[in-house]
Structures are given as C-alpha cells and as structure tokens.
C-alpha cells in the first residue's frame, strides 16, 4: 500500500522555521521525483519545490527561492522541505508529491500556519 506521510506543521511567527517532512513507503521511493505542493484557503495547489529521484537537481518556485531548501534521504525514504524565514503568505496546507511516468502519489497534507 503506498503511502506519503507529512509531518512537521504547525503555527508559527513571521520570520521563523519549519522542516517538514514526508515518509514514503509501498514504492520505490528512490525512483521517483519528489516534490512539495501548497494550497492556501480559496487558491488552487501550486508547487512550491521538486527535487530529482537522485536529489541531484532541484528548483524552486519564485516565492520559495533564497528561503526554503528542499532534500531527500532515499535510504531513509523520505523528503524534506526546510522552511526559513516564513511569512504570513506561506499559510497553507503542503503536500508531498511523487512523481514518476506511470503516476503520481500524494500525501495527506501537514497545515503551515504563520502568524503573530
């Protein structure tokens, strides 16, 4: 049974950080692409960070560069997405994705609230 479980959420204030974390089991997570998706109240999903099957190459969408950093352990079959320097706008429930030619997996989602 696949399964993609997110952790690491929660409240916190403008300016601080979060790791989040998605553990992966059912597949071979070291073949697969891996990516983190955001959706905030009334706004459709959008990516936020993907990394490659070897974590060789990742990119970032324009409101995640320069403050989070995505990673993978494929021993550990799991992905990361460091969070620094968050802002009000970064609220949303994230999802961990794995991609690969035959489909996709998502998780569940962890909800990120950033507030005073």
């Known amino acids: 049974q696949v399964q993609l479980v997110e952790s690491g959420g929660g409240l916190v204030q403008p300016g601080g950080s979060l790791r989040l974390s998605c553990a992966a089991s059912g597949f071979t997570f070291s073949t697969y692409a891996m990516s983190w998706y955001r959706q905030a109240p009334g706004k459709e999903r959008e990516l936020v960070a993907a990394?490659?099957?070897?974590?060789?190459?990742?990119n970032y969408a324009d409101s995640a560069k320069g403050r989070f950093t995505i990673s993978r352990d494929n021993a550990k079959n799991t992905v990361y997405l460091q969070m620094n320097n968050l802002k009000p706008e970064d609220t949303a429930v994230y999802y961990c994705k794995g991609s690969r030619g035959s489909g996709d997996y998502w998780g569940q989602g962890t909800q990120v609230t950033v507030s005073s």
């Open positions: 990394i490659t099957s070897t974590g060789r190459i990742t």
